[in-house]
Every structure is written in structure tokens, then in C-alpha cells.
């Protein structure tokens, strides 16, 4: 099997050090939605600065590298144990050469593990095998910690808001944690959302979506219209980048469903932060790309 811990290091690099084209250039957006000389058009311009440097430097856009969340679609016949054991050489590679912050504490003891490596879980890695002629495709996401802070899970009804099992319950809830985040998940934010699954596979799921591009939407148009309604609104807040007020609170929602037990019924937000770190790098014999 090929050795691919240097292409998986460079994988790290780019999700560490830049942002993909199309978060920057929604962020771009969002700068001319804002007033010029505002403080929410100084705080996009400081971030698209930042981003800016960080890619000419090669240095991570956030001090907060995040959780590294790697998904690995794998053809028949690639070993699991050997990929797993080369994202780990990477991603401790990564750290030494700081283009990641050791981020894996011992909550038990809190201690440090200084390369990012923490038992079986820290990373976090899920594999799915593929067909046998598909390539081998590893994406990460940098999860921040700010971000994930501020996520949040629901068990509906909710009533303190009158929030049924229901769209209409799903919206208010979302709005809510939305509110609740204020700046402090360093918005503008993504919103992945699951609805339904149990408590641990919904947040999985909400998790997951934020690996699509930017504009993916539900194909479902019921759930297509609530995604566009809830960035709408969460933009009516006046919560702005990194609370400082304005237009843009969040850039885009994402949802997706799962089926859940008649008993249960959660909504999942998984918020992502501004610094929207998400890569793929696809194998194909010995081709790698990344995009
Ligand atoms: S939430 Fe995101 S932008 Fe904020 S400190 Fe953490 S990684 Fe950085």
C-alpha cells in the first residue's frame, strides 16, 4: 500500500493555512453587504487580511488549530490501520512543524499530549469503503473550539419557545442557539443542522454537512426553503462579525435529516466559525490533488 503520510501532511498544511476559494470569496461578499467604516466592515477586512497572510506565510489562519476531523473514503483492498497510522504520523509532523497547535488534553488529567495524538480518538477519523474504481479520497475539517462551544442540541418539543416537532420548532430552536452563540463562535458562522437520529448521531450528521461547498443545499425543497429562511433571519439578529453587529451573523445553514425513534425527536447545531477550514485530497494511483 502507498505510504501517503507526506501528502496527508500537506493536506493538514492547506486546511490549516488557508481557507478554500469559496469561503473567501463569501466572505468577500459579506464585506460589500456591510457599511464601509463599520465595525463589522473592519472585523471581514481584519479576517480576509488575516487569511490573506496566513496562506503567503504558511501559517495557521486561527491560534486555535480546532479538533481535526478526517473522513477517508476508501476503495476495496486499502487498509484502514495503515491509513489511520499515517494521518497520525501527519498530523504529529504538523504540530512539530506548527502548522497545528498541540490541542489534544488528557480531560482526565489535564495533560497535554504536545502532538496532537490523544488515545484512539484525538484525531477524530471515520472511514467508508467505496467501489473499487472510485479513488481514495481524505477530508479534514479544523473545528475550532469557540465554535464548537456554542453548538447546540435540542430534545423537541422545546417549550420554552413553544418549539414542536416540526419544522416550524426546528427554525425557532436554530434562531435560538443562534442568538445564544452571539459573537462568542467568532461569527459569521456555518450552520450544519441534523434533525432526528439519536443524541450522538445527530451531531455527528450536523458535523458532516459542513463538509459540502458553500451554496450545497438540501435537495428536498421543504428543507432547501428553511436553510435560505434561517440565514435570513439569523442575519436579522444585528448579531455581525464577531459580534460587533451588522448584516452578516451567518454566511450559510445547512441541514440534513435522519430517521429517530417515535420517542425522540433532537436538532443538532453544529456551528462553524468563520475560519471555515475544510479540504479533500482525492488519490488516484499516484495523482494526488486537493481542492
Ligand atoms: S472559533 Fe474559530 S476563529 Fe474563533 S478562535 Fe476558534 S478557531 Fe479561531
Known sequence: MQDLTH??????????TDLPADVELRLKQALTEEEPGSAASE??????????????NSTPICQDTGTPIFYVHYPEGWSTRQLKSQIRAALAEATKRSFMRPNAVDAIYDKNSGNNLGGEDFPSIHFEEVDKDQPLTIQ???????????????SMPYNPLGAGRDLRGVRKVVLDAVYKAQGQGCAPGILGVA?????????????????EKMGTRNPDPNVTSLEERLTREANQLGIGPM????????????????????ASYFVSISYMCWAYRRRKMIVNGNQVSYE
Open 7 to 16: 501528502e496527508i501532511l500537506e493536506l493538514i498544511r492547506l486546511t490549516s
Open 43 to 56: 472585523a471581514l477586512e481584519t479576517i480576509l487580511k488575516n487569511v490573506e497572510l496566513s496562506r503567503l
Open 140 to 154: 479534514l475539517i479544523l473545528k475550532g473550539g469557540g465554535c464548537e462551544n456554542v453548538g447546540a442540541q435540542y
Open 195 to 211: 434533525i432526528g437520529g439519536d443524541r450522538g448521531s445527530s451531531y455527528i450528521k450536523s458535523k458532516e454537512v459542513l463538509f
Open 243 to 262: 459580534g460587533f453587529g451588522g448584516k452578516t451573523t451567518v454566511l450559510e445553514t445547512k441541514i440534513t435529516g435522519l430517521h429517530r425513534l417515535p
